[in-house]
């Protein structure tokens, strides 16, 4: 089994145990081994579907103002876990390559395997919801078929995004390509850069 056939299966099981409940305050329940890959990819899906229905939740136009500054505190408590997840999952890869020497025509990527596969989980979600949309008996023909088509798309990009992450990945391994990884350094959530913060 390849690298992305395990995480596209780990993302399906995040996703379906959410959906169980079904509610943003649903605890995690990692069935995978702390300090394994398997442990952060699930944990990672499960923070991209918490949040995905945090942002459904914070569009709702008769939101209450209080309940949805609530909800973007949240949300970016949320979106700063999943930046540290994807640095983890990134450290994981780092520690299996690090002495692996890049031949002299190595080439860079544009981006780091974390965050190629942070695309595949929200990718998962994607295809989740959008699965649901072509299943509902309150839409019209229509919306069925737009959805239907879509689904397609998603599952077709899902394939290409999964088959280029895993030639990626072997490119690493064989030292046609090298890992080099720059942290995230968000600005806004850090008291000592976001002016507004450290001006008060």
Excluded at 177 to 188: A, G, H, L, N, T
């Amino acid at each position: 089994m390849s690298f992305t056939e395990s995480a596209n299966q780990i993302f399906r099981q995040a996703i379906y145990d959410y959906h169980q409940k079904d509610h943003i305050d649903t605890p995690v329940s990692n069935p995978y081994g702390q300090g394994t890959i398997e442990h952060s990819l699930y944990l990672k899906c499960w923070i991209d579907t918490v949040q995905w229905h945090l942002e459904d939740i914070i569009r709702n136009p008769d939101i209450d103002p209080v309940e949805a500054l609530a909800l973007k505190r949240r949300i970016d408590r949320s979106n700063q876990e999943r930046t540290d997840l994807v640095e983890e999952i990134d450290t994981y890869f780092r520690n299996i390559y690090n002495k692996v020497i890049p031949q002299a025509d190595a080439r860079l990527n544009t981006e780091s395997p974390a965050w190629a596969i942070d695309r595949l989980s929200i990718l998962a979600l994607k295809i989740w919801h959008m699965q649901e949309q072509t299943e509902r008996e309150d839409a019209d023909d229509e919306h069925i078929a737009k959805c239907k088509g879509k689904l397609s798309v998603l599952l077709e990009q899902q394939v290409d995004l999964s088959t280029a992450i895993d030639q990626l990945l072997e490119d690493i391994e064989a030292g046609r390509k090298y890992m080099k990884v720059y942290r995230q350094m968000k600005m806004y959530n850090d008291p000592a850069t976001n002016p507004i913060l450290y001006k008060k």
